[in-house]
T-cell receptor, first 111, second 113 residues
Framework: DAGVIQSPRHEVTEMGQEVTLRCKPISGHNSLFWYRQTMMRGLELLIYFNNNVPIDDSGMPEDRFSAKMPNASFSTLKIQPSEPRDSAVYFC?????????FGPGTRLTVL | GESVGLHLPTLSVQEGDNSIINCAYSNSASDYFIWYKQESGKGPQFIIDIRSNMDKRQGQRVTVLLNKTVKHLSLQIAATQPGDSAVYFCADRRREYGNKLVFGAGTILRVKS
């Protein structure tokens, strides 16, 4: 069975550029979560969706970050404009009940 | 140079020994708890979970113990193997916050052969 799929796996961009991270949740899962992991702050929840509707975006750092879930099988996390402090590993996770299953992550480097 | 960031506790065990990784949580309203394993360059991998109406749950080579009185969670790994080397995270969920998990900082497990 395919797990959570994220793309790209690695992204290197320059400050000021727009970055779009993509996630395909596990088929049948109705909740989707975006996390950010850094050495300084550990694993932080940015936003989560239930049935494609954003439920809690209190973890989104600022207006430069936005997330969408146009359908049950796809979500994007966009950073515009990107800054060096956005460099981190971004994880997507999905769940149908309590257990969240994580994707492999996207390692973002903003120069 | 000086390293900056979270200083994760490290547990070093000999191959074949049992490992116990501990975690404290703060909110007595937490109703669900989960352990993840994260290997270098990979996403967190689900290991085992437990609800607040239980105090023990066993899986394959792993056991989770929950002590609600002192708000403490532990993960026991039997016969630790080199492949168990990773960072282990506990997380808890507070029902009033919906499906959000709050993660601990993590513990590094190193297995010596």
């Amino acid at each position: 069975d395919a797990g959570v799929i994220q793309s790209p796996r690695h992204e290197v961009t320059e400050m000021g550029q727009e970055v779009t991270l993509r996630c395909k949740p596990i088929s049948g899962h109705n909740s989707l979560f975006w996390y950010r992991q850094t050495m300084m702050r550990g694993l932080e929840l940015l936003i989560y969706f239930n049935n494609n509707v954003p439920i809690d975006d209190s973890g989104m750092p600022e207006d430069r970050f936005s997330a969408k879930m146009p359908n049950a099988s796809f979500s994007t996390l966009k950073i515009q404009p990107s800054e060096p402090r956005d460099s981190a590993v971004y994880f997507c996770a999905s769940s149908v009940a309590d257990t969240q299953y994580f994707g492999p992550g996207t390692r973002l480097t903003v120069l | 140079g000086e390293s900056v960031g979270l200083h994760l506790p490290t547990l070093s065990v000999q191959e074949g020994d049992n490992s116990i990784i501990n975690c404290a949580y703060s909110n007595s309203a937490s109703d669900y708890f989960i352990w993840y394993k994260q290997e270098s360059g990979k996403g967190p991998q689900f290991i085992i979970d437990i609800r607040s109406n239980m105090d023990k749950r066993q899986g394959q080579r792993v056991t989770v113990l929950l002590n609600k009185t002192v708000k403490h969670l532990s993960l026991q790994i039997a016969a630790t193997q080199p492949g168990d080397s990773a960072v282990y995270f506990c997380a808890d969920r507070r029902r009033e916050y919906g499906n959000k998990l709050v993660f601990g900082a993590g513990t590094i497990l190193r297995v010596k052969s």
